[in-house]
């Protein structure tokens, strides 16, 4: 009996760093999202963690930022207490508010094909600020779109009622994640020679 004595290739270092950003971007989205204020009319609550599938997308890409919030989804979706207000499962994917994290993926892979022009990595802080807004407002769009969509099918809500409990309360905070987000990309810290 013969044993294949080949050699293994082993895996890039970028590929490995890359990775390793994703698990940590996912892990503080897990880590902030328990800290939820719910709103007495709308089934969703406000958290920070439309702030962290931005930097998904600005500072891993369109692949990676995807494959964070997959990481992140997937955690709530086993039972580890990611989702608001420290609930986990897949009743939570699949309730009131789940059509806000179903779109996180997306959301991150749409900032990223923006800000880095297709799915090489750039440095985000070299993005135009028109740019690196309009790819932030499309994925907020898309955010509250998606969760307003799927609140009204499982709320039977009309399309107005689904806004309005849905989107409209939460502009003002998306605003200063929006900003938030930028003035932490202009900085310069995530840069992809400090973040490789």
């Known amino acids: 009996m013969e044993t294949d004595q080949r050699g293994v290739e082993l895996v890039d270092d970028a590929v490995v760093h890359r ?32 702030l962290f599938v931005f930097l998904a997308g600005l500072v891993l890409g369109p692949v990676w930022g995807a494959f964070s919030m997959v990481l992140y989804l997937t955690a709530g979706a086993v039972g580890v207490p990611v989702f608001a207000g420290f609930n986990a499962g897949l009743g939570v994917l699949f309730g009131q508010s789940g059509g806000y994290l179903w779109s996180y993926p997306f959301a991150a892979a749409l900032i990223g094909l923006f800000v880095h022009r297709g799915t090489d990595r750039r440095d985000p802080a070299n ?13 907020t769009i898309l955010i509250y779109g998606m969760g307003s969509a799927y609140m009204s099918l499982i709320l039977e809500l009309n399309a107005w ?18 900003a938030a987000a930028i003035a932490i990309v202009r900085s310069g810290r995530l840069s992809p020679n400090r973040v490789r």
Not at 161 to 178: M, Q, Y
């Open 19 to 50: 990775f390793v950003h994703a698990v940590l971007l996912a892990t503080l989205l897990g880590a902030v999202a328990p800290v939820a204020i719910p709103l007495p009319f709308s089934p969703a609550p406000i958290t920070l963690q439309v």
């Open 127 to 139: 993005a135009s600020l028109p740019v690196v807004v309009t790819a932030l407002v499309a994925a």
């Open 161 to 178: 009622e689904a806004i309005t409990v849905g989107a409209l309360p939460f502009i003002p905070g998306e605003l200063l994640k929006i």
